[in-house]
Structures are given as structure tokens and as C-alpha cells.
């Protein structure tokens, strides 16, 4: 079985020199593009209301991510508390979004690699970091801890995309998968509703640096599951706040059209899309006519890997690389399970 890479960083020493560079960061916090320089090391709280230590307001066995990740046994989801975007539809703003709720769920670094021994012990997959990017340092230092105890599972960095690409770069080697949320594909989109600047070359450059680390090439294992790459998340949002259509002519033209695209249905308002009338364009879900132009815009795109939802959301369906074998490739409304 081939290790993660953590496990060669760990062996050299290096794996505890990106940890301590990682925490040097909240010195000054320079974590995520908003660098509001708050010093998270003597007690202060960043932009994000995130401090020293991990806030995790849950750790479960998780089976709603692509196949390739949830398996049989499940994806070993951590959902860290807080976020460093407020976006207005946000579906877990229960825990993103009340940090006076989640400052009761911090946790000490020790804890942390706990969780992340006990979800191996009940069979997960991986270790899957949800909204890691303001916790990026505490995250590593967990890993650390944890692979000195044994743990050999491969880390996911399940990300919204507004990243910083110098830690981006120190977590080369740390982080085995990427899965980022591409969001929109115009600033003003990210300012109105996830209340961030810069959001469109922000998240176009983190995850630039994720391709650069990983290739368009999915690694899986003989039991199919995903061991190392990236899969770019792309959900369709009503009235095409997204952009879809350009963000993936984006990843086609500047990454490659071999870059798994996950495309996802599940939007639904909730949050204050559900109930301020400023966000009447995100006050319904998606329609058949919507969804069906992501579709076409995922084959105009040549758009080879990848996974999309239902249009019900309920199910994800595999798009498999049928290059180097004598199975024809599939249309794009040909998925398999």
C-alpha cells in the first residue's frame, strides 16, 4: 500500500519544519487572503473569529462525498467550526457562521490528532478537513501528532477556495487531496454574497498552486478509492450567480480539461438567502433549464473526469477516464455508477 506523502515528510523532519513555519503565520495572520494581521498566538481573534487553537464542531464517518471518497465505510469528515467567508446561503452556517456557539468547541491539537486516529480506527477512507483554510496551521499540527501515532490515511483539504497560496505551497506533500469549492467567476458575485474581495483571482491562483501539486491526474487505489489529485466542486447556483459556464472554460484553458469537475445540484436557500429580500436572486432553487446548461456547458468544454449530482441532488455519478482503454468514451449524460 503507498503511504501518504506526509509519511516521507515526517521521516526527513521536514513535516515539522512546514508545521512550525505554518504556525508562524498567526503571529500576524497572513492564513487566508484577508491577512487582517490579528496575532491568533496571544489570544486575539482573526477576521474569521478563529484563535490559536481548532475549533471542531463535528467529526463523523461522512457518505454524501464523491464515491471515490465516501467508499463503503465513509469519509472521515472533520467539520471545523467558523469559516472565513459569510456566504449568504451558506448550507452549515449553523456552525460557520456562530462563533460565539463554536468558541465552546475548541479543542488542543492533541484532541484533534484523536479524532483523526479514531475515525481510522472506524475504517474511513481518509481524513476529510471541511472549511480547513482558517485552521490550516492547527490542521498540520494535528497531522503531525497523529502520524506519529500511527496515522496513514490520506488527507483531504476540502476548501472554499479563498486560500492562501504561501500556505498553499507549505502544505505541498501534507495535503494528498484538494477539493475546492470554485464559487463564482466575478468579484462582485464573492462580495455580495460570501462578503470577500478578490475573491475570482483569489481562488483562480490557490487553486493554480493545488494543479501545480497534484496534475490533472486522479491517483486511486486497486479498491477505487482516491488517493491523490484534485476535483474541482462547481455548484450550479440560480440565475447562474456562478458563472459556471466560465469557470469552466477557466479550468480548461489555464489547468486542463482532464481536471475533475464535481458538478452539484444541492443547492437550496437557506440561511440569509432563505430570508432577506437583498438575495432574491438566491430565494429558490435551481431549475431543470439550469441545471441542463451546466450540463452542456461540462460537454462544450470537453470536460473529461469528474462527477456530477442528480439533478434531485440525491446521488453522485462517475465520468471514468476511458483513455488507455478499448471502453468507448462515454457521452457526457452517460455517467456510471
Given at each position: 500500500?503507498?503511504?501518504?506523502?506526509?509519511?516521507?515528510?515526517?521521516?526527513?523532519?521536514?513535516?515539522?519544519?512546514?508545521?512550525?513555519?505554518?504556525?508562524?503565520?498567526?503571529?500576524?495572520?497572513?492564513?487566508?487572503?484577508?491577512?487582517?494581521?490579528?496575532?491568533?498566538?496571544?489570544?486575539?481573534?482573526?477576521?474569521?473569529?478563529?484563535?490559536?487553537?481548532?475549533?471542531?464542531?463535528?467529526?463523523?464517518?461522512?457518505?454524501?462525498?464523491?464515491?471515490?471518497?465516501?467508499?463503503?465505510?465513509?469519509?472521515?469528515?472533520?467539520?471545523?467550526?467558523?469559516?472565513?467567508?459569510?456566504?449568504?446561503?451558506?448550507?452549515?452556517?449553523?456552525?460557520?457562521?456562530?462563533?460565539?456557539?463554536?468558541?465552546?468547541?475548541?479543542?488542543?491539537?492533541?484532541?484533534?490528532?484523536?479524532?483523526?486516529?479514531?475515525?481510522?480506527?472506524?475504517?474511513?477512507?481518509?481524513?476529510?478537513?471541511?472549511?480547513?483554510?482558517?485552521?490550516?496551521?492547527?490542521?498540520?499540527?494535528?497531522?503531525?501528532?497523529?502520524?506519529?501515532?500511527?496515522?496513514?490515511?490520506?488527507?483531504?483539504?476540502?476548501?472554499?477556495?479563498?486560500?492562501?497560496?504561501?500556505?498553499?505551497?507549505?502544505?505541498?506533500?501534507?495535503?494528498?487531496?484538494?477539493?475546492?469549492?470554485?464559487?463564482?467567476?466575478?468579484?462582485?458575485?464573492?462580495?455580495?454574497?460570501?462578503?470577500?474581495?478578490?475573491?475570482?483571482?483569489?481562488?483562480?491562483?490557490?487553486?493554480?498552486?493545488?494543479?501545480?501539486?497534484?496534475?490533472?491526474?486522479?491517483?486511486?487505489?486497486?479498491?477505487?478509492?482516491?488517493?491523490?489529485?484534485?476535483?474541482?466542486?462547481?455548484?450550479?447556483?440560480?440565475?447562474?450567480?456562478?458563472?459556471?459556464?466560465?469557470?469552466?472554460?477557466?479550468?480548461?484553458?489555464?489547468?486542463?480539461?482532464?481536471?475533475?469537475?464535481?458538478?452539484?445540484?444541492?443547492?437550496?436557500?437557506?440561511?440569509?438567502?432563505?430570508?432577506?429580500?437583498?438575495?432574491?436572486?438566491?430565494?429558490?432553487?435551481?431549475?431543470?433549464?439550469?441545471?441542463?446548461?451546466?450540463?452542456?456547458a461540462l460537454e462544450e468544454m470537453g470536460m473529461e473526469n469528474g462527477w456530477m449530482q442528480e439533478?434531485?441532488?440525491?446521488?453522485?455519478?462517475?465520468?471514468?477516464?476511458?483513455?488507455?482503454?478499448?471502453?468507448?468514451?462515454?457521452?457526457?449524460r452517460d455517467f456510471r455508477g
Open positions: 500500500m503507498k503511504l501518504p506523502s506526509y509519511i516521507s515528510l515526517l521521516a526527513t523532519g521536514e513535516l515539522a519544519a512546514r508545521v512550525q513555519r505554518l504556525e508562524a503565520l498567526l503571529e500576524q495572520c497572513t492564513v487566508c487572503p484577508r491577512d487582517c494581521l490579528n496575532n491568533r498566538l496571544n489570544s486575539e481573534l482573526a477576521a474569521c473569529y478563529s484563535g490559536k487553537l481548532p475549533i471542531v464542531s463535528s467529526y463523523t464517518p461522512h457518505f454524501g462525498e464523491e464515491p471515490a471518497l465516501s467508499g463503503t465505510n465513509g469519509a472521515g469528515n472533520i467539520f471545523f467550526g467558523n469559516c472565513n467567508l459569510r456566504c449568504v446561503y451558506c448550507q452549515n452556517y449553523q456552525i460557520s457562521q456562530t462563533h460565539k456557539e463554536q468558541i465552546k468547541n475548541e479543542v488542543t491539537h492533541e484532541r484533534l490528532a484523536a479524532m483523526m486516529l479514531e475515525l481510522a480506527t472506524q475504517g474511513c477512507h481518509n481524513i476529510n478537513f471541511v472549511s480547513p483554510t482558517h485552521f490550516a496551521p492547527q490542521m498540520a499540527r494535528g497531522i503531525l501528532i497523529a502520524a506519529h501515532q500511527g496515522l496513514r490515511l490520506p488527507i483531504v483539504y476540502n476548501t472554499n477556495a479563498y486560500d492562501s497560496v504561501e500556505v498553499l505551497r507549505l502544505l505541498d506533500g501534507v495535503v494528498d487531496v484538494y477539493l475546492p469549492d470554485l464559487k463564482y467567476a466575478e468579484d462582485e458575485a464573492g462580495y455580495l454574497y460570501s462578503k470577500v474581495k478578490g475573491y475570482k483571482e483569489c481562488s483562480r491562483l490557490a487553486i493554480a498552486e493545488m494543479y501545480r501539486q497534484t496534475g490533472a491526474e486522479l491517483v486511486l487505489g486497486e479498491d477505487g478509492l482516491l488517493k491523490r489529485g484534485l476535483v474541482i466542486r462547481l455548484l450550479v447556483l440560480p440565475n447562474d450567480i456562478g458563472g459556471v459556464h466560465e469557470s469552466l472554460e477557466w479550468i480548461r484553458d489555464t489547468l486542463s480539461p482532464r481536471v475533475a469537475v464535481s458538478l452539484m445540484a444541492q443547492y437550496y436557500p437557506t440561511n440569509q438567502a432563505a430570508t432577506n429580500p437583498r438575495h432574491i436572486l438566491l430565494s429558490r432553487r435551481i431549475t431543470e433549464s439550469e441545471w441542463l446548461r451546466a450540463v452542456s439533478f434531485d441532488g440525491a446521488a453522485y455519478y462517475y465520468r471514468p477516464d476511458f483513455s488507455n482503454s478499448d471502453t468507448p468514451f462515454k457521452d457526457i
